[in-house]
């Protein structure tokens, strides 16, 4: 399984950033570390994904240590649309997910 | 990034009934899975469903009361077999395209109550 450790939940105002933590000491060295989000009665929805090197894109910023051993989401101006549970995750193997309890994130107006 | 649609959306169904949920991707895969969210939880995978042979069970869950089609590249079945109150749940699809470390994308699930 993938083992990961996320803050139950976490409050954020509109149009501040939200960091999000996820603790994955176990990863391998190779694996890529993938966040979803799940808003209310959706799938799970893809945000970002790295391995290394920090990244960005329209939704999101991913910072992911040195060591590899933790990483970051950032949403750099939260809207009440991003209130929704957050997981860290990668492929275990076989390309399987396993995804732990996540954050609930959720923002205030 | 892949499309994934799921049929039914949601269900009422009688105890003792089976239902077989549908999911179709837009474009050609890899991988798919079945995955079970059951009230309040996280997403718990059932199974890999391989093209043209046999799925992949994982632990605890059983050929017999979740048979698993996949006759081609972009289409899959799940069926929920003998359904008890205990089977209710949101059970979702996913795939992952045929690069490596391409994200896995997900349908919206059918939801499932059974009486």
């Given amino acids: 399984d993938a083992k990961t450790t996320q803050p139950t939940s976490m409050d954020c105002a509109e149009g501040r950033a939200a960091n999000l933590p996820c603790n994955h000491s176990t990863i391998s060295g190779n694996e890529y570390v993938y966040w979803y989000r799940q808003i209310h009665s959706q799938g799970p929805q893809y945000i970002i994904h790295g391995l290394k090197n920090n990244e960005t894109n329209e939704m999101a910023s991913l910072i992911i240590t040195e060591d590899r051993k933790s990483s970051t989401l950032i949403l750099p101006h939260a809207t009440l649309r991003d209130t929704a549970v957050y997981y860290c995750t990668w492929y275990v193997n076989d390309y399987k997910l396993s995804f732990g309890a996540g954050t609930t994130v959720t923002v205030r107006a | ?115």
């Fill in chain 2, 1 to 115: 990034s892949a499309v994934i649609s799921q049929k039914p959306s949601r269900d009422i169904c009688q105890r003792g009934t089976s239902l077989t949920i549908q999911c179709q991707v837009d474009s050609q895969v890899t991988m798919m899975f079945w995955y079970r969210q059951q009230p309040g939880q996280s997403l718990t995978l059932i199974a890999t469903a391989n093209q043209g042979s046999e799925a992949t069970y994982e632990s605890g869950f059983v050929i017999d009361k979740f048979p698993i089609s996949r006759p081609n590249l972009t289409f899959s079945t799940l069926t929920v077999s003998n359904m008890s109150p205990e089977d209710s749940s949101i059970y979702l699809c996913s795939a992952v395209g045929q690069d490596s470390n391409q994200p896995q994308h997900f349908g919206d699930g059918t939801r499932l109550s059974i009486l």
